[in-house]
């Protein structure tokens, strides 16, 4: 169970660091974890209420680097990127998330783990089809803008289902 709690703490902190997170999510792991365990990290009583949203990602950023030792910008957060991203991925064609929210996030992604972290040696890549696991989504939403509706981004919707399939097979 705390492999568990600990697990979704890096993943709640990265999709809150990409600009995704679900305050609902947020919630629910709080709650989860206070229920679950004495092994409580004193900003855990931060998130009660929940916080600004300004505020949640220093919190969980916080509370992962220190039992976990996570970091955003780090080879073992590669995995745990891709994981948002998938989850981003399903809400996005499920028209929970806006188009420009998914081009920030992949925006977000490409800068740090193609660009930044671009000379890190990392292990083999978590999609095998020649693209990486950011697929073609920087591509895809290249000269996104405000006008942009899920129904007038036919291409990246297809990317993403695309995606989605091939992160849910890994």
């Known amino acids: 169970m705390m492999d568990e709690i600990r697990e979704e703490l890096n993943c709640l902190a990265m999709a809150f660091w990409c600009g995704v997170g679900n305050p609902d999510e947020l919630a629910r792991w709080a709650d989860a974890v206070v229920l679950a365990t004495d092994e409580l990290h004193p900003l855990i009583w931060e998130l009660y209420p929940l916080p600004a949203p300004e505020l949640v990602e220093g919190l969980l950023l916080t509370m992962a680097?220190?039992?976990?030792?996570?970091?955003?910008?780090?080879?073992?957060?590669?995995?745990?990127?891709?994981?948002v991203l998938r989850r981003s991925l399903n809400a996005f064609?499920?028209?929970?998330?806006?188009?420009?929210a998914l081009?920030?996030?992949?925006?977000?992604?490409?800068?740090?783990?193609?660009?930044?972290m671009a000379s890190v040696p990392?292990?083999?890549?978590?999609?095998?089809?020649g693209r990486?696991?950011?697929?073609?989504?920087?591509?895809?939403?290249?000269?996104?803008?405000?006008?942009?509706?899920?129904?007038?981004?036919?291409?990246l919707h297809d990317e993403a289902v695309r995606l989605s399939r091939l992160l849910s097979s890994k």
């Open 132 to 155: 990486g696991w950011l697929g073609d989504l920087y591509n895809c939403c290249d000269w996104c803008d405000d006008s942009w509706t899920h129904e007038t981004s036919a291409h």
């Open 65 to 83: 680097a220190d039992l976990n030792g996570f970091r955003p910008a780090s080879v073992e957060a590669e995995p745990v990127a891709a994981e």
């Open 103 to 116: 081009c920030r996030l992949v925006d977000r992604l490409d800068i740090l783990f193609n660009v930044e």
């Open 122 to 129: 990392r292990p083999q890549r978590l999609v095998a089809d």
């Open 93 to 100: 064609t499920a028209r929970d998330i806006s188009v420009q």
